[in-house]
């Protein structure tokens, strides 16, 4: 049995439950009444199916994602009382309290990690409309401090927020990389996929690209600073995600729905960067990896257990314009490098991201806690 408790995309099969209302009718009510009645909903459809179907385990993932459309940390205490329950932090948003969106990096427990990184660390970094250290429980000691029937057994996809979130919380979190299709994630024709976009067939294409280009975490301010002094001759800037636009020197290649786009958009390209101020495992870098693109992104969080400077890309120490220019500079200096990198690139997905070897493991992690 599957069932997903999500905000936007449906599952193949199985059960859907989600406190999004329904266009039309149902979102004129909720702009007059309010978001308030969402998480009673999606409770009570929870607990309903949890006691319905009896499942053995209930897996969690990016409970955050989804709290605009009724999820809660309350959704893993419910499924206690039925079952074991895996939670998977994606992000340090578990590592955060109530009043924080996330946990925010302190130069006590997060040191600059990999080549040419600063080793004192990068100090609190508070974005607008977010509270730092308020001292309160976080949600990861929350859920798993509470009384309940069975146990919950947390994972992360890098050693970095294993570590981190044993250090913060005191308890133990299991590192677990997060799987990949090298099927469909796979090298490719360049020039094909640079047709599909509309891009230059000669010349360096360089790639970039969130779920929000205005996200500050994403780092593309950093970015586009950056470029105006190391793109060097001839080289394209290519960007993906939402609230993008067409700029001077710059290709928008919008709001990329599906896989089959993500790999043409990876294949076009001759590096991906990935600028991001604080970051985990994104999924981002494993993508263009498995599909032979060199990564070049700052050395913070779980990114230097993905980016092995010289062989499957580059990393930058100190989150700020003008390291990530001097990087970029190195990194597109000379373009049969940047070629040569690329089977080392698919190799180290193939390694470290095939599914067959991480349904193992977690299927290991699964009878450790049966046999409690």
Known sequence: MFAQVSGDEKPVSGFFLTGKPPRG?????????????RNKTVMQAWKELLEREKPDLVWAHNIAGGEKWGWSIELLSCARKFCPVF?????????????????QEDKAVEGGRGQGAERSGPKVQKFEGEKVGSG?????????????KYPVTLTAPSRWLADLTKKITGQECVFLPNPIDL???SPGDQIAARRRFGLPEEGLVVLAG?????????????????????????AT???????????????????????????????????????????????????????????LAFAVGGIPEMVIPGKNGFLAGKPDAATLGEALALA????????RMRSECRSAAEEIWRPEALVGRFLGVVERVRGR
């Open 25 to 37: 009718l149902g979102r004129v009510v909720e702009l007059i009444l309010g978001r308030g009645g």
């Open 210 to 234: 969130a779920d929000s280009l205005a996200d500050p975490r994403k780092g593309f301010d950093l970015l586009r600073e950056a470029w105006g002094s190391a793109r060097g001759k001839g």
């Open 332 to 339: 597109l200096a000379k373009r049969d490098r940047l070629s």
């Open 87 to 103: 939670w998977t932090l994606h992000d340090m948003w578990g590592l955060a309290d109530g009043s924080e969106s996330y946990w």
């Open 237 to 295: 800037l290519a960007l993906l995600g939402r609230h993008g636009e067409n700029r001077s020197g710059e290709k928008y290649l919008g709001n990329l729905a599906s896989d089959e786009q993500m790999v043409a958009a990876y294949r076009a390209a001759d590096l991906y960067v990935h600028p991001a101020r604080m970051e985990n495992a994104p999924c981002t870098i494993q993508e263009s990896l498995a599909c032979g693109t060199p990564v």
């Open 136 to 148: 309160e429980e976080s949600r990861v000691s929350r859920v798993c401090g509470e009384n309940g």
């Open 183 to 185: 099927k469909i994630f």
